[in-house]
């Protein structure tokens, strides 16, 4: 297993204390790949309670994860999990991608208590046109609209979820998802993890100072990377906005140095609303 990695920093200032923009230049081979998607392949997903959530017309498919231990007395963060398109079904199986599975790793499961929903939707969860500027953005669907009902139910039915501390991670379509999320309803979530996804312009004012952190691959020929490049640039000011480029990585492989590690988990969890 090779991971060959140099990290360089370079701080953005448009004003003092603005927002952060890394270039990494994470080179990932195909041993690595295989070995750590066959790692998160081979976690036991039966932890992750299949429950349904039906609003009107809508149905979500779900899955849930419950804290370890779960005391009642103590407050817990809700993850939110989005898989991409290829996800896209109503098996209740398939949206278990990496981002949903890494909260299964022991040494996560562990340090990193917290309720993890992963919703699978039946179609697109958000789709994508091109606007004036020629920059592919997305707009949600109805069942991402439904899904916020999802959220409060899950409040009130689990009251020891800690009200200010609920994230939101995706890949590609589920990180467009996430940020649709975001910008719908920003009162409601702590922070937003998005991979590799088309962006959401739609309540830049709302979200100017909520925790963001985009990462993207410099060769992503599905989703452009220059969509992530115009969101940190309409929000130059958000002095909490981590925006990580890899530079050698493209749509395909940009999740897999997140699987083995705990960066994600710790970056969130160190996020409040």
Not at 17 to 39: G, P, Y
Not at 94 to 104: G, R, S, V, Y
Not at 209 to 218: Q, V
Request: glycine share 4%; charged share 25%.
């Amino acid at each position: 297993m090779k991971f060959k990695i140099i990290l360089l920093l370079v701080f953005t200032i448009h004003k003092a204390f603005a927002q952060k923009k890394e270039f990494r230049e994470t080179e990932v081979d195909t041993l690595t790949f295989l070995n750590n998607r066959k790692l998160l392949n081979s976690l036991n997903t039966n932890a992750f309670q299949k429950k349904t959530f039906a609003e009107n017309e809508i149905t979500i498919p779900y899955r849930f994860l419950i804290p370890k231990n779960n005391l009642i007395n103590q407050k817990y963060p809700l993850v939110i999990t989005f898989h991409n398109s290829t996800r896209i079904g109503n098996d209740n199986e398939n949206q278990l991608e990496p981002f949903a599975k890494i909260w299964l790793r022991d040494e996560i499961y562990e340090k990193f208590p917290c309720y993890v929903v992963a919703p699978q939707f039946i179609k697109r969860s958000t789709n994508y046109k091109i606007n004036k500027d020629g920059i592919q953005v997305s707009k949600p669907s109805d069942e991402v609209f439904a899904l916020l009902k999802l959220i409060k139910a899950l409040k009130k039915g689990y009251p020891n979820i800690g009200k200010n501390r609920i994230y939101l991670i995706g890949y590609s379509m589920g990180g467009s998802t996430a940020q649709n999320l975001m910008n719908l309803s920003p009162d409601t979530f702590a922070a937003i993890v998005s991979v590799a996804s088309v962006p959401d312009f739609s309540n830049l004012t709302k979200i100017k100072e909520k925790n963001i952190w985009l990462i993207h691959g410099k060769n992503d020929d599905e989703n452009p990377y220059i969509g992530s490049v115009e969101l940190y640039d309409k929000l130059s000011f958000n002095k909490n906005l981590i925006f990580t480029t890899f530079n050698n990585l493209n749509h395909n492989n940009i999740v897999i140095p997140f699987l083995v590690t705990d960066e994600i988990p710790k970056w969130l969890f160190g996020k409040r609303r």
